[in-house]
Structures are given as structure tokens and as C-alpha cells.
């Protein structure tokens, strides 16, 4: 008998994971993508797994990071999306960036060859048609209002949704390097071996001080009936950190540590703008952490004050977007499944992770979830100590309150993992300084994910990546 598919809802990075990890089990796919039947505010092309924020999937340290640990978490899962940005990696410093082109257009062709994915262009308009008794809704921060409404009114919440902000994109020839330098953050090498990943542009007290008057009286998009939606802290616009102190953006995006400015080695800069690769051609740059909501014209005179960006050009200026989340610890079971219709199962953006990484890993989970629940096995969790579990656990339940008012979308993060005691003292004998303990803590938690997650993947061999 031939096996009913799994129906996937979006084509968006945890669509996709979730759609690969269920045809690599064994089990035949329908891939919902309404790009380009039905466009969005965000995206520009009907590509697969389309990145519109930024080309980073973060740190790829497993030993000293929790993002690192879930790419090698994934990576042992055969992640489509891991090994599509391994192939299309740009120099990003200690990050795994990139190339958003060649990236979307690789994860495009691998589910187009696969023989069990059939992909179907055109919007899924409310909730799933009711023969379609086994779904993964994976239509992340932009999913279109007619199932966000159908979403509403089965489950009884009242929003669900926030706003976020993508950062502008400059051409590297307009960016001036006789003022300009490159370099990462203490000359920290990345996946690509490149320790001058990142362009600098150096400011001193006076020119910060001009910039963040600037950004405060600037003109900003208005979007009166949105205005009651929060922002998510991990994306906020520089405009709105500003708001929150003066010192806000040199502690966070804007920080000088870890950075010598070429030009003028002796003097230390008192915020420096960091830029980012953004394609392989190294010709497009993202100014990092600039996710704003300045109008256009306004954003082209404020970052042309940037010192090394007087004659910028721009590739893309910045924008906002609405984004949208369930209450995902009062609505989803702990397989993602929802418990109003538990047909229904949540991947990515919406169910309340933030980041590309987190979202395609939860995809990759309900994946899993869904093809063993089609094949008939147990549907087993990660174990808690593995970054995946953690962020399942995060979701579905990892709030005091049950989720209750305070539920917000997280990155993964060593807090969301059982905590774990470090060596106090080296081989030496002697005792270790707290940073050297924190670092200890983190490897062995990393250890200690992978090895459990191992034993993980042992259990349930059907459905392991070969």
C-alpha cells in the first residue's frame, strides 16, 4: 500500500527541513508554497528556504556556543539547511554566514530532485482541508491573515503576532576603506579560515552622540492599528534600543571591544558600525544589527553619517514586518502537535523561536515527529540536555506560567539546557579563573548534548541520517 503523504505549509526554512527530514524517512510530501501565487511584504523571490533578515546562521562553535551546538546537532540529523549553508559559506568572522542567493537556490533544487517531494505553488487559505489528516504548518513570521485568523478562532487566542525589522544592505564599492578597515571582532577566524570578515566603521564620542540624536528625531513608519504588538528584544530596531539609554547601542551592536582601527591604531574608537558579508560575489554588505523602522529617505541621510559611509550606496534600506507566534506552551502538545486539532502540527517561526538556525531545527524535529507518527513508531523526544530538546522544551513548556501573558519567542541559549557543574581546577591542579570555568562548562555541555544525542538517533534508527 502506498503511504498517504504529509502535507507541509510553507516553504520557508523550517518548511523545508520539516519537508526533507519526512522524505528522507521513507515518507511522500506535499510542499505548500504560495510564493509567487500570493506574495509577501518581505520576500523577493519564490525560492525555497528565502532568507530576508540577514545571510548569518550565527556561531558555528559547538565547544563554546549553543547555536554551534544545534548546527552540529543538526548536521548529525543530515539537515538540509545545515548542508546547504556549509556548501554556499561566506567569511563571517567566528559566524556561519551565507550566500543568500546560492543558498535558497541549492535548498530549491535539493527538494525539487527528491523523488517523494511534490511541491504545489498557491496559499493554503484558512485551515487544511480536513482529508488531509497529517500537516505541518510551517508558515513562519509572515504567515498570511486568512489562517492566522483560522488559527485564531480554533484555538481562542486574541493575537498572534509582533513586529520585526530587517537591516539595510550597502554596496561594497561606496563604502570608503581609507576610513573603513577589516577585521573580526578580536580576529576571531570563522568557518571560511577568514579573520578579517567584517568591515569597521570607526565613530568617535561626538559623531555617536550626533548619530543617536539623529536616529531619535527621525521620521519613523507609523502603523496605528499594529501599535498595541510588541517588538521582539532579539530583533529590535536601532531607533527603539536607542530609546531605552544613549549607551545602549555602543553596548550592544555598536560595541568598539575586540577592534584596532588600522588606520589609526592609538586611537580608540567609542562605537564602531560593524558590516557583514552578504553574497559570495562579496559585493553586498549588512550593516549588523541595523534592523529599523527610520523611513527611507531618512535612513539614507542618518547612515550617510556613518563615518566610511558618507557615499553609500544601498542595496536594500531597512524595514518592518509583522511577525507571528502562537502561544505555543497553552496550545501545543510536546511533539508540536496542536491540541485543538492535533492533525495539525507547528514548525519554525510561529510556534515562538527566533533565528533562522531555531527555526529550521524545529522544523527538522516536526519533521521527524510527523514521519514517525505516519510510519507508525513511537514519536520520541530529544532528551532536555541536547540544544534541540531545549528549545522543544522552551515551546511547549518552559514557562513557570504555563505560558500564560508571558510567552515570548527565544534564541537558543545555554539556559534553556539542565545546567551542569564545571571543573573548579585544571590538570595542573590549580584553580581555574571564572572565565576558563565558563568555557570548561560550556564544552562539556556540548559534550554531553552531542553524546545524548547520539544515543538519541541509536533508538530510533528508521529515522536517522545516514
Given at each position: 500500500m502506498m503511504t498517504q503523504p504529509v502535507h507541509v505549509v510553507g516553504g520557508g526554512l523550517a518548511g523545508s527541513e520539516a519537508a526533507w527530514q519526512i522524505a528522507e524517512a521513507g515518507v511522500p510530501v506535499v510542499l505548500h508554497e504560495m510564493r509567487p501565487v500570493r506574495g509577501t511584504d518581505a520576500h523577493q523571490t519564490d525560492r525555497l528556504a528565502e532568507l530576508v533578515c540577514s545571510n548569518s546562521f550565527r556561531a558555528d562553535d559547538w565547544t563554546g556556543n549553543a547555536v554551534g551546538l544545534l548546527h552540529a546537532e543538526m548536521r548529525r540529523l543530515g539537515s538540509v539547511i545545515l548542508a546547504c549553508g556549509d556548501a554556499h559559506q561566506v567569511p563571517a568572522g567566528g559566524a556561519l554566514a551565507v550566500d543568500r542567493d546560492g543558498f535558497s537556490e541549492a535548498v530549491t533544487a535539493r527538494l525539487g530532485a527528491h523523488p517523494l517531494i511534490a511541491i504545489e505553488r498557491g496559499e493554503v487559505a484558512g485551515l487544511p482541508p480536513a482529508e488531509w489528516d497529517s500537516v505541518v504548518v510551517a508558515t513562519g513570521p509572515l504567515t498570511s491573515p486568512a489562517l492566522s485568523d483560522a488559527i485564531l478562532a480554533l484555538t481562542g487566542e486574541g493575537q498572534l503576532a509582533f513586529f520585526d525589522a530587517i537591516a539595510p544592505i550597502v554596496h561594497l564599492e561606496s563604502v570608503d576603506m581609507d576610513v573603513a578597515w577589516r577585521q573580526s571582532r578580536y580576529d576571531k577566524e570563522g568557518p571560511g579560515g577568514d579573520a578579517a570578515a567584517y568591515i569597521n566603521c570607526p565613530m568617535d564620542k561626538a559623531q555617536y552622540d550626533a548619530f543617536i540624536d539623529a536616529l531619535l528625531a527621525g521620521p519613523k513608519?507609523?502603523?496605528?492599528?499594529?501599535?498595541?504588538?510588541?517588538?521582539?528584544?532579539?530583533?529590535?530596531?536601532?531607533?527603539?534600543?536607542?530609546?531605552?539609554?544613549?549607551?545602549?547601542?555602543?553596548?550592544?551592536?555598536?560595541?568598539?571591544?575586540?577592534?584596532?582601527?588600522?588606520?589609526?591604531?592609538?586611537?580608540?574608537?567609542?562605537?564602531?558600525?560593524?558590516?557583514?558579508?552578504?553574497?559570495?560575489?562579496?559585493?553586498?554588505?549588512?550593516?549588523?544589527?541595523?534592523?529599523?523602522?527610520?523611513?527611507?529617505?531618512?535612513?539614507?541621510?542618518?547612515?550617510?553619517?556613518?563615518?566610511?559611509?558618507?557615499?553609500?550606496?544601498?542595496?536594500?534600506?531597512?524595514?518592518?514586518?509583522?511577525?507571528?507566534?502562537?502561544?505555543?506552551?497553552?496550545?501545543?502538545?510536546a511533539s508540536l502537535r496542536l491540541k485543538a486539532d492535533p492533525r495539525l502540527r507547528f514548525a519554525g517561526q510561529v510556534t515562538g523561536v527566533e533565528g533562522y538556525v531555531e527555526s529550521a531545527a524545529v522544523g527538522l524535529l516536526a519533521g521527524r515527529f510527523a514521519a514517525a507518527e505516519r510510519l507508525g513508531r513511537a514519536v520520541v523526544l530529544p532528551p532536555p540536555t541536547t540544544a534541540l530538546g531545549a528549545l522543544i522544551g522552551h515551546i511547549t513548556g518552559g514557562h513557570l506560567d504555563g505560558g500564560a501573558g508571558s510567552f515570548q519567542p527565544m534564541n537558543i541559549n545555554y539556559g534553556l539546557l539542565p545546567p551542569l557543574e564545571p571543573p573548579r581546577h585544571g590538570a595542573d591542579g590549580k584553580r581555574l579563573p571564572h572565565k576558563e570555568r565558563g568555557r570548561a562548562k560550556k564544552r562539556l555541555m556540548g559534550e554531553r548534548a552531542l553524546a545524548d544525542l547520539d544515543a538519541w538517533i541509536a533508538g530510533a534508527p528508521a529515522l536517522a541520517a545516514e
Open positions: 513608519s507609523e502603523f496605528k492599528d499594529w501599535e498595541h504588538v510588541p517588538y521582539f528584544d532579539g530583533c529590535l530596531p536601532i531607533e527603539v534600543m536607542a530609546e531605552r539609554g544613549r549607551e545602549t547601542l555602543r553596548h550592544g551592536p555598536m560595541k568598539p571591544v575586540g577592534l584596532t582601527n588600522a588606520h589609526k591604531p592609538a586611537e580608540k574608537a567609542w562605537a564602531i558600525v560593524q558590516l557583514r558579508q552578504d553574497n559570495a560575489l562579496g559585493t553586498l554588505w549588512n550593516m549588523v544589527g541595523f534592523q529599523t523602522k527610520l523611513k527611507h529617505a531618512a535612513q539614507t541621510e542618518i547612515f550617510r553619517t556613518i563615518p566610511g559611509l558618507e557615499k553609500a550606496v544601498f542595496a536594500r534600506l531597512g524595514g518592518l514586518h509583522r511577525n507571528t507566534f502562537l502561544n505555543s506552551p497553552a496550545l501545543l502538545d
